[in-house]
């Protein structure tokens, strides 16, 4: 994080600078084709790896503890959040540890502004996430999703002794 905060100081034509910063950020090289608009965020950092030719817009947020892996011609809008980690659900449960699991963004695959992707999830090569989706589940290759509704998945068991 403290990384992240340098990246989204330096001027915004500074690309060498946005660069080595974004090197450090990621533990390694990034492909020469990888843009990256400040300001970005990411929790972790060494989660992520990038295919040729993705762009990402301002704004976005990478939690990237459980990994994310981005193929080949991926766009991602702005306001995106990629969050790999989440608490268990169950009330007496939520606050003893994190779960994580990857997300990975095929080739080919564009996300639209402010859509949030949820740990597990892979979206399929040639995809589109419509603005403002919250992706839960799967996306299937040469699919198009799209909405934000709440859906009742199943009840949760009360606590046994709730401390909130």
Known sequence: MNLTSR???????????????LTEIFGEPIPDSLSILPPFYCDYGLGASFGERVFINQGCFFLDYGGITIGDHV???PRVTLSTAGHPVELDERYDFITHAPIVIED??????????????????????????VV???????SLV??????????????????L
């Open 7 to 21: 990246l989204n100081v330096l001027p915004f034509d500074d690309l060498d600078g946005r660069r080595t910063v």
């Open 136 to 142: 839960a589940k799967d996306v299937p290759p040469l």
């Open 75 to 77: 766009l991602i809008g």
């Open 108 to 133: 080919d695959v564009w996300i639209g502004a402010a859509a949030t992707v949820t740990p597990g999830v892979t979206i399929g090569r040639g995809s589109v996430v419509g603005a403002g989706a």
């Open 146 to 163: 799209t909405a934000t509704s709440g859906v009742e998945r199943k009840r949760l068991k009360p606590a046994s002794t709730a401390t």
